[in-house]
C-alpha cells in the first residue's frame, strides 16, 4: 500500500514569491491534513478535511495562505506571498476517518526555504 | 500554550541500554497518546500508541506507560540500537482524535 505521497521534496523561492504544495494521500483516507513543522519542533495543525470540507482551519493564517481538496482525494496548500518566516518543512497526514481509529499517517513533508 | 510537555529535548544512551522519554499533558479530555518515531527528511511515523484505559503497552522493545491520575505517560525503548537514532514525539488528542498537539520532540542518539 503506497504511502502518503507529496511534492515537491524541496522548494526555494524568495520573498514575495507564490508557492504551492501538493498531497495525495493514502488510498480511502477520507481525512487529510496539513502541519507545518518548524525545525526542532513538533508538527503544528494548519488545515484538517473531511473529504472536500475544510472542518478545522482556525490556525491557518488566512491573508496569505489557502487550501484546497476537490473530489476529496488530493490536496494543495498554497502561500502567497511567502514570507522569510515560511520557511519550514509542510507535513500531509491522512487518518481513515472511521470512528475509532485515531492513526495519521504522514508523508515525507516539503521543505520551503524563503530567502 | 505547550499542551503536551516533553522532555528530555535531547538523550543520549549506549547501544544496549534503555531509553527513557517523559511527557505530561494537562487536558483530561485527552485519550489517546501516540508516539513518532522521526528521521532526518523524513515524516514521522507512528511507532506505538496507547489509550488511558491501560496503564502500559508494549510492543516489541517498545513500551509505553501511562499515568492517568499525573497524567504523565512515557516511552521505553529497551535494548537501545543505533538504529534507532531519531527523534521522538509524543502527542494527544481528544474526542475523535482529529487534534493531535505534539510535543516539542526529543532527539535520541544510540552511541554503538
Known amino acids: 500500500e503506497a504511502g502518503v505521497v507529496q511534492s515537491p521534496r524541496y522548494k526555494i523561492i524568495e520573498k514575495k514569491q507564490p508557492v504551492a504544495f501538493w498531497c495525495n494521500p493514502i488510498?480511502?483516507?477520507?481525512?487529510l491534513y496539513w502541519y507545518l513543522q518548524n525545525l526542532g519542533q513538533g508538527p503544528e495543525l494548519l488545515i484538517r478535511y473531511e473529504n472536500e470540507e475544510a472542518v478545522d482551519d482556525s490556525q491557518l493564517p488566512k491573508d496569505r495562505f489557502s487550501a484546497e481538496r476537490l473530489k476529496g482525494v488530493d490536496s494543495t496548500l498554497k502561500i502567497q506571498p511567502a514570507e522569510l518566516g515560511d520557511s519550514a518543512v509542510y507535513l500531509c497526514a491522512s487518518s481513515s476517518g472511521v470512528p475509532g481509529e485515531y492513526e495519521q499517517y504522514f508523508g515525507p513533508g516539503t521543505r520551503l526555504t524563503v530567502t | 500554550q505547550q499542551q503536551v510537555k516533553q522532555s528530555p529535548q535531547s538523550l543520549i544512551v549506549q547501544k544496549g541500554g534503555i531509553s527513557i522519554i517523559n511527557c505530561a499533558y494537562e487536558n483530561t479530555a485527552f485519550d489517546y497518546f501516540p508516539w513518532y518515531q522521526q528521521f532526518p527528511g523524513k515524516g514521522p511515523a507512528l511507532l506505538i500508541a496507547?489509550?488511558?484505559?491501560?496503564s502500559e503497552k508494549k510492543e516489541g522493545r517498545f513500551t509505553i506507560s501511562f499515568n492517568k491520575s499525573a497524567k504523565q505517560f512515557s516511552l521505553h525503548i529497551m535494548d537501545s540500537q543505533p538504529g534507532d537514532s531519531a527523534t521522538y514525539f509524543c502527542?494527544?488528542?481528544?474526542?475523535?482524535?482529529?487534534?493531535?498537539?505534539f510535543g516539542t520532540g526529543t532527539s535520541l542518539t544510540v552511541i554503538p
Open positions: 502527542a494527544a488528542s481528544k474526542n475523535t482524535g482529529n487534534q493531535f498537539y
Open positions: 488510498s480511502g483516507h477520507n481525512t
Open positions: 496507547i489509550r488511558p484505559d491501560v
